[in-house]
């Protein structure tokens, strides 16, 4: 099985008890249809490092970001969300903060930002911010007066205990990120606790200091005309105050030579839900959006994510869909129903800063293009909110590096040759086919993929069959049709092993989406008249794949989108 995410079976294991799903709510300034904004918007993560250099640092930056605007609203983006971009030591490229209220002079300034803001305004494109709430950087003003003294104000912004003896840590909880989740910190004698790097010192949430600054960094960024936040970790906000001993999942090490452990005593626990519970409160303040990087064990899990009566996160990311990492129209099924009768509006994503691109999990080497493009059908047409990952909708490839001495990214270079990291999946945006992609006239962080050559967006938009100009089809689509915005979702053909299909059914109107996930041509029965219509017209396919009086044909990986009359 291709490996998404490092640390995902770590929170599949460790379930918390069944909580009722709740009945659906939605919140915010309605549309015309009824919906907030965040329902039918799609949202592009960008990865600033790597988007576009304005200043050839070979680092992105926002100037890059903002002279890219124009290229996403034609893709047809609602919402950016940034990764972080505020003052950062760069230990993990950004998920250590210094600064939650500044950007990092690497990616501009204040000003810049603003200006991003205003032209992102103009255009009708929200700004989304990562919030990184479980932990800041060891070089946070608040941690480096923590760490002064036992008495300085900030000591309990963290979490500080005596070692079980000499050189023995409190207990037995590992980093995700490797090692023992505590460090010991000689000035006062005392460890502090850290689930990612010993430089990602967690914060102390039970505090009740910690929850009004950090509620406070979202009402600076609100103001600024921020529309959400990303909140990152937020499984891991609360440790059980006793620190006992985590039990150990199964027998041997992991990667980095750790026992596996399941995260009872420091992962989801109950305590998180008052926390979200209050940054969406402040959050409804300003018609914004909470998305939640939250790795559920399943569904049940997920709707204590968008909280009792939708009182928590308004988009918490359902990623067991991305562990479906087959084509498998048995498996997108049973996971696509279960997310759809979730308690609170769907979020799909195929692809992240943290997990192998969707054009390699599922791509099988020789049809990745057209996988790719029934990818984008498939996770662009349900009901429910897509976000999208830089480089996807060209066919960007995971290009890990090949020599340990390259690894950028740390638990890469602590796992080499098991682990690679992360680099692989945070290449440069490959905009054309000259030097660097486009991407910088410096030396890029990273280095550009071979693939730059044949797959950029200079290149592809001229291309009618290419991947990105599919992408702006189904996206023009999806944000047109009624049936797409607005329609339920309802499965037909379920015993079909090849082709998934279903339709998306609003009032009288349908479409139909059939997707053949085998390398053969299929067939398939639309259903149509138990659903109540006669016939079915093209609104999208891929080659030759098309309706003929109640039955589709499909060619190998082939997209079929019509709609059906009555
Ligand atoms: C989240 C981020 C990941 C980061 C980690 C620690 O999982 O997505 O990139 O390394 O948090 O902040």
Request: net charge negative; charged share 20%.
């Given at each position: 099985m291709k490996k998404t995410l490092r640390w995902v079976a770590l929170w599949v294991l460790s379930c918390l008890p069944w909580l009722p799903a709740y009945a659906q709510m939605s919140s915010g300034a309605p549309d015309g249809g009824g919906h907030p904004w965040w329902q039918h918007a799609v949202f592009y993560e960008i990865y600033p490092r790597s988007f576009a250099d304005s200043n050839n640092d070979g680092v992105g930056d926002l100037r890059g970001i903002a002279a890219k605007l124009d290229y996403l609203k034609d893709l047809g983006v609602d919402a950016i969300w940034i990764s972080p971009c505020f003052p950062s030591p760069q230990v993990d490229f950004g998920y250590d903060v210094s600064d939650y209220e500044n950007i990092d002079p690497m990616y501009g300034t204040l000003a810049d930002?603003?200006?991003?803001?205003?032209?992102?305004?103009?255009?009708?494109?929200?700004?989304?911010l990562d919030f990184v709430v479980n932990h800041t950087s060891d070089q946070h003003k608040w941690f480096l007066d923590s760490k002064s003294s036992r008495t300085s104000p900030y000591r309990d912004w963290y979490i500080w205990r005596d070692g079980k003896g000499p050189g023995q840590p409190p207990n037995n909880w590992v980093s995700t990120f490797g090692g023992s989740a505590w460090k010991f910190d000689p000035t006062t004698d005392q460890y502090y606790y850290h689930f990612f790097y010993p430089e990602q010192p967690d914060l102390n949430w039970r505090n009740p200091a910690v929850k009004d600054a950090m509620f406070d960094v979202t009402r600076w960024w609100y103001k600024r005309g921020v529309s959400g936040f990303r909140l990152d970790a937020v499984d891991t906000l609360f440790e059980d105050p006793n620190l006992k001993d985590n039990p150990i999942r199964k027998p041997g090490k992991n990667a980095f030579g750790d026992p596996f452990e399941e995260n009872k005593y420091n992962g989801k626990l109950p305590e998180v839900h008052d926390v979200l519970r209050g940054l969406r409160q402040v959050a409804n303040e300003y018609d914004a959006v909470l998305i939640g990087e939250t790795w559920t064990a399943d569904v049940a899990e997920l709707n204590q994510y968008y909280g009792k009566g939708n009182n928590e996160?308004?988009?918490?990311?359902?990623?067991?869909?991305?562990?479906?990492?087959?084509?498998?129209?048995?498996?997108?099924?049973?996971?696509?129903?279960?997310?759809?009768?979730?308690?609170?509006?769907?979020?799909?994503?195929?692809?992240?800063?943290?997990?192998?691109r969707s054009y390699d999990r599922y791509g099988d080497g020789k049809h990745n293009d057209q996988i790719a493009k029934l990818m984008a059908a498939l996770y662009l047409?349900?009901?429910?909110?897509?976000?999208?990952?830089?480089?996807?909708?060209?066919?960007?490839?995971?290009?890990p590096p090949t020599r340990q001495e390259d690894v950028k990214d740390p638990i890469g270079r602590k796992g080499w040759p098991k682990e690679k990291g992360r680099d692989g999946e945070r290449t440069p945006m490959q905009w054309d086919d000259s030097e660097n992609a486009g991407f910088t006239k410096g030396t890029p962080w990273l280095p550009v993929p071979p693939t730059y050559k044949t797959h950029n967006v200079a290149d592809e938009s001229k291309e009618p069959d290419s991947i990105l100009e599919f992408y702006k089809s189904v996206l023009k689509l999806r944000h047109t049709n009624s049936a797409l915005l607005n329609g339920d979702y309802k499965a037909i053909n379920e015993s079909n092993t090849?082709?998934?299909?279903?339709?998306?059914?609003?009032?009288?109107?349908?479409?139909?989406?059939?997707?053949?996930?085998?390398?053969?041509?299929?067939?398939?029965?639309?259903?149509?008249?138990?659903?109540?219509?006669?016939?079915?017209?093209?609104?999208?396919?891929?080659?030759?794949?098309?309706?003929?009086?109640?039955?589709?044909?499909?060619?190998?990986?082939?997209?079929?989108?019509?709609?059906?009359?009555?």
């Open positions: 930002f603003d200006f991003l803001a205003s032209e992102a305004k103009k255009r009708d494109i929200h700004i989304i996160l308004q988009l918490p990311m359902d990623f067991l869909f991305t562990m479906v990492n087959k084509l498998s129209p048995a498996e997108f099924r049973k996971q696509i129903a279960a997310v759809d009768a979730a308690s609170g509006w769907p979020t799909f994503v195929i692809s992240n800063h943290d997990i192998v047409t349900l009901r429910g909110t897509p976000i999208m990952y830089y480089g996807e909708e060209i066919g960007m490839k995971t290009t090849n082709v998934l299909s279903y339709l998306r059914v609003y009032q009288d109107q349908a479409v139909v989406v059939s997707l053949n996930m085998t390398d053969t041509p299929q067939n398939i029965d639309l259903e149509l008249k138990p659903n109540g219509f006669t016939s079915a017209s093209g609104l999208l396919a891929t080659g030759k794949s098309a309706a003929k009086g109640d039955q589709v044909s499909l060619e190998p990986y082939g997209v079929f989108i019509g709609e059906l009359h009555k």
